[in-house]
């Protein structure tokens, strides 16, 4: 169930909508949480946070678990609401969905087509999934 606070609703039993899941010692995650999202039963459309598949328009979306890993499609810096400088991105998970999160570090050190694990699927105060870089970027200094 979508909150206009932007905050987001635990799984709950036949829910296609729960987003975060704690993570439990038994799958190997006890650190960390993980991000559900639904895939088309139809098609097999990966999607993020939707009642209807954004290709076929079908409503019978199964909940899987997502791996944890992806890549950087978009970062930008925000100053406002905050006493320091963080930044916002927008990661593509390699099962195919889009998600909104942060990425840890310096705010100007993260860029497209870096990659990037899961950490934890809620920050304690902004309430959104936080990524760490997988390895350092390689980057051709010109």
Not at 19 to 27: C, E, F, K, N, V
Not at 100 to 117: A, F, K, L
Request: hydrophobic share 30%; net charge positive; glycine share 10%.
């Amino acid at each position: 169930m979508y909150h206009p606070s932007g905050n987001v609703a635990r799984l709950t039993a036949g829910s296609a909508t729960g987003l975060l899941d704690p993570g439990s010692p038994d799958r190997g995650r006890a650190d960390t949480d993980a991000v559900l999202f639904q895939r088309c039963t139809w098609c097999g459309t990966a999607t993020y946070h939707r009642l209807l598949c954004p290709v076929c328009q079908g409503s019978d979306l199964r909940t899987e678990r997502s791996e944890g890993t992806g890549t950087v499609r978009h970062s930008t810096v925000v100053h406002r609401n905050t006493p320091a400088a963080r930044n916002v991105s927008l990661i593509e998970m390699a099962e195919g969905f889009v998600i909104r999160g942060r990425v840890m570090g310096p705010p100007i050190g993260i860029h497209s087509g870096d990659r990037v694990r899961l950490s934890t699927a809620k920050d304690p105060v902004r309430g959104e999934p936080v990524f760490q870089l997988v390895d350092e970027p390689y980057r051709a200094w010109s």
